[in-house]
């Protein structure tokens, strides 16, 4: 079945802990992104990547870091430094910024 | 940064009825996408639309790229239209999508 996945759905965490959410692809797509989404909010970028082992920082990439070490994998760790962690976080990818993107089915983070 | 603006905030529909909902970006843009965010927070791709017009069932969206905005049609609306309609929009100078403040569709029986 092709598409994003993401995990877990849910996710508690410890004040202090850092945790790592998990973003897969299977559509062979270049680019994927990370976003949070606050309670009646919009969508804020994280962080992006346009290719392997390269990635940018978006408009709130402080206490977040990545990785993409193979195409089809994107993970996200929040970090201890992230103040207000607790948001749910989705992941997105698409062949190239300028053309569709997908969505995964997000993650729930929260913070107790 | 570009600025994608969605009105209106909130729309009430009685089920039956047809909606309009806008975007406005203030640049250029080559992607403009409209997704609706279900209530388990999904979002579902709805229209990739840079430029021109497109149907899907009772779905429709036009894209004015000189003029910078975009709308979404509804008609004949269903409750499970109810949620969060969301445009994005990536520049042509940019790589990233910049996303609306939504409209959060509400549709009563």
């Known amino acids: 079945d092709g598409g994003i996945t993401q995990s877990p759905k849910y996710l508690f965490r410890k004040e202090g802990q850092n945790v790592t959410l998990s973003c897969e692809q299977n559509?062979?797509?270049?680019?994927m992104y990370w976003y949070r989404q606050d309670p009646g909010q919009g969508l804020r970028l994280i962080y992006y990547?346009?290719?392997?082992?390269?990635?940018q920082k978006g408009d709130i990439a402080e206490g977040y870091s990545v990785s993409r070490e193979k195409k089809e994998s994107f993970p996200l760790t929040v970090t201890s430094a992230q103040k207000n962690p607790t948001a749910f976080y989705l992941c997105?990818?698409?062949?190239?910024?300028?053309?569709?993107?997908?969505f995964g089915q997000g993650t729930r983070l929260t913070v107790v | 940064g570009i600025q994608v603006e969605q009105s209106p905030p909130d729309l009430i529909l009685q089920e039956g009825a047809n909606s309009t909902l806008r975007c406005n970006f203030s640049?250029?843009?080559?992607?403009l996408q409209w997704f609706h965010q279900n209530p388990w927070g999904q979002l579902i791709n709805l229209f990739y639309?840079?430029?021109g017009t497109k149907q899907n069932g009772r779905l429709s969206a036009t894209t004015v790229a000189t003029e910078r905005y975009s709308l979404l049609y509804i008609s004949s609306s269903q409750t499970t239209d109810s949620g969060v309609y969301f445009c994005?929009?990536?520049?042509?100078?940019?790589?990233?999508?910049?996303f609306g403040t939504g409209t959060s569709l509400t549709v009563i029986p």
């Open positions: 639309i840079p430029s």
């Open positions: 559509l062979n797509h270049d680019a």
């Open positions: 994005a929009v990536v520049t042509n100078t940019g790589n990233q999508f910049y």
């Open positions: 990547s346009q290719i392997v082992n390269d990635f």
């Open positions: 640049d250029s843009v080559n992607n």
């Open positions: 997105a990818s698409s062949y190239r910024v300028e053309q569709q993107a997908f």
